[in-house]
């Protein structure tokens, strides 16, 4: 079973569309998280949750809003759509007592055309 | 912001040879994280190194934390095609955000 868990893998679609990626965790960890990587493998946490509220809340334009509907599930809903928010987006959990020992998803790869 | 800078930014090599890479800051962190990021995969835990002068051994690699805590690095030794990846360190900062290294990229080749 994979311990994290994302949906879709790929997203093609075009500028101004809105939308959803998903992620599941089955690791029973009460902190989950986004992270975006950019062309350059530069990575850079977005969002974390901790048993459903929110702890981070990076620099993300507003069109970028988190849903947590329980310590289980993190989604990412995107509003309209720019070029630049091309990319790959990285969901993770781990236990609040152990932040750094994070699980990550294999990774959603986002291309806005 | 604090910045771990990692070196060198991409390094191709033979299966056999032996490599290092590098994780600097100016500033002091209580422990570092090392990652490593296969090809269409997300980064996976390797080590936390946690005391100045820490070396910890994963089979081939060996992990060192510097004196000051400034700094780390990842020594590989007779590299292999699957150590092919991204290697990122990573500072575990207050509220559960990490920060990375800007990443090293290691490619084996037979």
């Known amino acids: 079973d994979t311990a994290v868990s994302q949906t879709p893998k790929y997203l093609v679609t075009q500028m101004g569309n809105d939308k959803s990626i998903k992620c599941e965790q089955n690791?029973?960890?009460?902190?989950m998280y986004w992270y975006k990587q950019d062309s350059k493998k530069f990575l850079k946490i977005m969002f974390s949750?901790?048993?459903?509220?929110?702890?981070i809340n990076e620099t993300v334009p507003n069109r970028f809003s988190p849903k947590s509907p329980d310590k289980a599930h993190l989604n990412l809903h995107i509003n309209s759509l720019e070029l630049g928010d091309s990319a790959v987006y990285f969901c993770?959990?781990?236990?609040?007592?152990?932040?750094?020992?994070?699980?990550f998803g294999a990774g959603t790869r986002l291309s806005v055309l | 912001t604090q910045l771990l800078e990692q070196s060198p930014q991409f390094l191709s090599i033979q299966e056999g040879e032996n490599l290092t890479v590098y994780c600097n800051s100016s500033s002091v962190f209580s422990s570092l994280q090392w990652y490593r990021q296969e090809p269409g995969e997300g980064p996976v835990l390797l080590v936390t190194?946690?005391?100045?002068?820490e070396v910890k051994k994963l089979k081939r690699l060996t992990f060192q934390f510097g004196d000051a805590r400034k700094d780390s690095s990842l020594h590989i030794t007779a590299a292999q095609p699957g150590d092919t990846g991204l290697y990122l360190c990573?500072?575990?900062?207050?509220?559960?955000?990490?920060?990375f290294g800007t990443g090293t990229r290691l490619q084996v080749t037979l």
């Open positions: 190194v946690v005391t100045g002068g």
């Open positions: 990573i500072y575990t900062g207050t509220a559960s955000k990490l920060t």
């Open positions: 949750y901790n048993n459903k509220e929110l702890i």
């Open positions: 690791l029973g960890h009460d902190t």
């Open positions: 993770a959990s781990s236990y609040w007592a152990l932040k750094d020992i994070q699980y």
